[in-house]
């Protein structure tokens, strides 16, 4: 009976550290798996970061409810230096895309903005979208006040 007992003990033990070992290289493994993972999204961020359109400055920033502001042929507009601009690049303001002229150079771009998207007080958020390839601008706003 002793015996049977020890052995028992024995097994159960061996069975542990068995159970123990395999649990310490599978969260190893993880491990190396996940920073890969990360490092490997990572870089594919910042090849997209590389790519997308890059908003580098634009003006107006700000008109007051319903009172138009930069006109052009009687039209509202804002303008874009943008770095990586393509000419599959449109605007989207919160949501609704919008259709942009763009410099021969592919520098600048200006958009017509609705007299309804500024009727309103608010922050408005605006983004660069490359159709053809989905990459996307950092968000810029527009406030009305």
């Known amino acids: 009976m002793m015996k049977y007992f020890l052995y028992k003990l024995s097994m159960i033990l061996i069975g542990i550290l068995i159970i ?22 990572q870089k594919s961020e910042n090849i997209a970061d590389s790519l997308s359109p890059q908003i580098l400055r634009y003006d107006p920033k700000t008109t007051f409810a319903g009172q138009d502001f930069n006109l052009h042929d009687g039209k509202s507009v804002i303008w874009m230096e943008v770095k990586n601009l393509k000419k599959s690049v449109i605007v989207v303001w919160e949501g609704r895309q919008l259709p942009a002229d763009k410099n021969p150079e592919l520098t600048l771009l200006s958009f017509v903005v609705p007299k309804d998207l500024y009727s309103v007080p608010g922050s408005y958020e605006i983004y660069l979208l490359d159709v053809e390839t989905g990459l996307k601008s950092k968000n810029v706003y527009f406030t009305v006040q």
Do not use: F
């Not at 123990?20 to 990360?38: A, L, M, Y």
């Open 20 to 41: 123990s070992c395999n649990n310490d290289d599978i969260k190893q493994g993880n491990e190396i798996k996940t920073r890969d993972v990360g490092n490997s999204q």
